[in-house]
Nanobody, 123 residues
Framework: VQLQAYGGGLVQVGESLRLSCEVS????????MGWFRQAPGKEREFVAT????????YYADSVKGRFIISRDNAKNAVYLQIDGAKPEDTAVYYC?????????????????WGQGTQVTVSS
């Protein structure tokens, strides 16, 4: 199983960025797909998720209205659109796959992880 996250980079405050996560070795159609992030010196935190059975999306309060998670089942991929970037969005972003459809806010709810992609928002 491999989750390959990419698309990170350096952006200015207010700009947009789209992260991608390509999945191989498992069918992401039957997994809850999420994004987490980890800033230096901080714990890895939940950002957004898309559940596979009920097809619901959930977001951390800090990103609601600015981030959008989506998936392309045909491509076995999940995306995170970041709009209105803020300096506090600076972190390494990780995509993850989990078998649970009703528990998804904790990193312990996900079995598989990508390697992370760095997002830096400059003011």
């Amino acid at each position: 199983v491999q989750l390959q996250a990419y698309g990170g980079g350096l952006v200015q405050v207010g700009e947009s960025l789209r992260l991608s996560c390509e999945v191989s070795g498992l069918d992401s159609n039957i997994y809850t797909m999420g994004w987490f992030r980890q800033a230096p010196g901080k714990e890895r935190e939940f950002v957004a998720t898309n559940t596979y059975r009920r097809k619901k999306t959930y977001y951390a309060d800090s990103v609601k209205g600015r981030f959008i998670i989506s998936r392309d089942n045909a491509k076995n991929a999940v995306y995170l659109q970041i709009d209105g970037a803020k300096p506090e969005d600076t972190a390494v972003y990780y995509c993850a796959a989990g078998a649970r459809d009703t528990s998804f806010y904790s990193k312990n709810d996900y079995e598989y992880w990508g390697q992370g992609t760095q997002v830096t928002v400059s003011s």
